[in-house]
């Protein structure tokens, strides 16, 4: 394979899961290619931290979801990097009213809404998620917050055609090595260079240019594996990019996610390890529901996760008062001299981040179909990759990274060569 080669026939645009599974395809082709990437780091949502708090936690993703048919799950036991081997516990533990319980109801009436979600769009129906939601119903907050943590989105703005459009095998497991480390040793030997912002893609003649912060690149093909959020905003402009495309970038716009992370001095969640948990006061109606991972692999850390406009106002109010706000939860539950134990804290800011800006996609009520655009090439040379691309395992790291193969294969019949494709590309 060259590496990094000055004059490559394609540029991936984007090291993130998408960008790397295009550049594993064309490495395996041996297409002479580049990969650009804006951040100083590879994985682009998918990043694992083992310094700020002293244990390993994911910033992005971190569960192989429908670990059955997760391609990256599979490269995973290949390189033998370690997630867990079966499903965690059904029983999550929710702090309400004062105490622990294990309440079949509250969780039967959460996990009925997102499944009558996606049921209604399998069925054809393409209304939003709140159409399915009684708000004067005491638990309405905590359905309300797990469809956020679904689709990075409030209910109005939830498509469930986009959700039933979602395959859901139901096997997810959680990657104890790390989700974004696995990402990065996937990308090892590959021609990826970082610190270099794309800004403008455009044709000329039978040539590709991408234009940088710091020069142009020629081509005869680029793949366009960036977060949705710098095409919807114009961040980085594809010229000539077709009315449909372009109106896409709208109708399946990015949600917002974030993570608040606290470390400890020791294991002090007695009972906990791993299972989700759940902290919420139905009474108070100025209580946002929060869920947090104790102890995730043992490890003396809790990370809470919150979503959509809750996620995106948060983070721009600061990350002291995120880490308050999760803090005063967990001392609700679990008493006040949990805050002796705290050593560090920290939150993520992809809202904020201006390379990502955001989560994952999500379509508008009505739109649940029109991620399908995506797909199309653009001037013959250029494809897009990304979760936003993926027909049914949208949202997800494995489904970008699949997109990153189906767009190395377009971009290498483009180019006039012919390659095995490491697995068949997602239908369109």
Known sequence: MVQNPLNPDVVIIGAGAAGIGAGRALAKAQIPFLTIEAKDRIGGRAFTDTTSLGSLWDHGCHWFHSADENILRKHAEEIGHKFRDRPRSGVMKTFMDGQWKHDRLREDFVWGILGDVAQAGREGRDVPASSLLDEKHPWYPMAKHWLGLMYS??????????????????????VEDGYGALVAKL???LPIKTGVAARKVSTRGKDVLVETDQGTIAAKAA???????MLETGRLVIDDMPPEIAQAFADVPMGYYEKIAIGFDGKVFDGFDMPYADIFDPVAPTTHPLNFELHPFGRPIAISHIAGHFARDMERDGEAGMIDFATSALVRAFGADLRKRIKKATTTHWSSDVFISGAYSCAKPGKGDVRKAFATPIAERIFLAGEHVHPYFQATAHGAFETGLAAAQKAISAVGHAAEPERKAPAA
């Open 187 to 189: 990308a090892a030997g």
């Open 223 to 229: 793949i366009v594996a960036v977060p949705a959020r």
């Open 153 to 174: 989105a409030e209910p109005e703005d939830i498509s469930t055609r986009d959700a039933g459009n979602y395959r859901d095998t139901g096997l997810n497991l959680a």
